[in-house]
Nanobody, 118 residues
């Protein structure tokens, strides 16, 4: 059974940066696409980014140019670098396994909170 444990969230002023990490266990990590989803207060789950097994990446428009997803297969760890943070980036960020929305939304960790203030 896959386990996903996120860390690195926190409170930050707009314009700042954070690096989220996700430790993956219970699966052969390098064989799977991984991603990040988020949920802002009072809103639904939103896809943020996906990285494939060959490290090709895709981003939602909301984070394009500001967020960078990466993976370290040797460390079984997924990352999300958040730069130029905006108040609308405030959300619980979840690490997720899979490539489709269905799998990402249903195979995710407990989340790490990111709060951005103006």
């Amino acid at each position: 059974q896959v386990q996903l444990v996120e860390s690195g969230g926190g409170s930050m002023q707009a314009g700042g940066s954070l690096r989220l990490s996700c430790a993956v266990s219970g699966t052969t990590y390098k064989w799977f696409c991984m991603g990040w989803v988020r949920q802002a207060p009072g809103k639904g789950l939103e896809w943020v980014s996906t990285i494939s097994t060959d490290s090709s990446t895709v981003y939602a428009d909301s984070g394009k140019g500001r967020f960078t997803i990466s993976r370290d297969n040797a460390k079984n760890t997924l990352y999300l670098q958040l730069n130029s943070l905006k108040t609308e980036d405030t959300a619980m960020y979840y690490c997720a396994k899979g490539s489709s929305w269905q799998t990402l939304s249903s195979n995710r960790g407990q989340g790490t909170q990111v709060t951005v203030s103006s």
